[in-house]
């Protein structure tokens, strides 16, 4: 089993920063042999992938937040995190942590596959831009 908790979540505005963090515990997989990535879901929304970092280390990013946003492992704290700047309302959504210790397919896919094939899911992070 892997256990993931996420936070970091809270109200901006447009054009602020947040840090959403997700720590990784009860599990024989540390981060750095996960692969895992950050997916986000607004009400009435398919979920869609914001980025992927997969176990060998290649990072994908959506379209909607190159530039803005990136992601990075702490392998000695077992936490991914999602650095986002530049906010804007349309990035307001739930945002997921996800992970799996047995993904092949390539961060690409993961990303533009909304996790599809990701097994270990957090609760959640709320993030709210306003204008």
């Known amino acids: 089993q892997v256990q993931l908790v996420e936070s970091g979540g809270g109200s901006v505005q447009a054009g602020g920063s947040l840090r959403l963090s997700c720590a990784v515990s009860?599990?024989?997989?540390?981060?750095?042999?996960?692969?895992m990535g950050w997916f986000r879901r607004d009400f009435g929304k398919k979920r869609e992938g914001v980025a992927v970092?997969?176990?060998?280390?290649?990072?994908t990013y959506a379209e909607a937040v190159k530039g803005r946003f990136t992601i990075s492992k702490d392998n000695t704290k077992n936490t991914l995190y999602l650095k986002m700047n530049s906010l804007k309302p349309e990035d307001s959504a739930m945002y997921y942590c996800a992970a799996d210790p047995y993904y092949s397919s390539g961060s690409p896919f993961a990303v533009s596959s909304g996790g599809s094939d990701f097994g270990y899911w957090g609760q959640g992070t709320q993030v709210t831009v306003s204008s």
């Open positions: 009860g599990s024989k997989y540390s981060a750095r042999t996960l692969s």
């Open positions: 970092i997969d176990n060998n280390d290649d990072i």
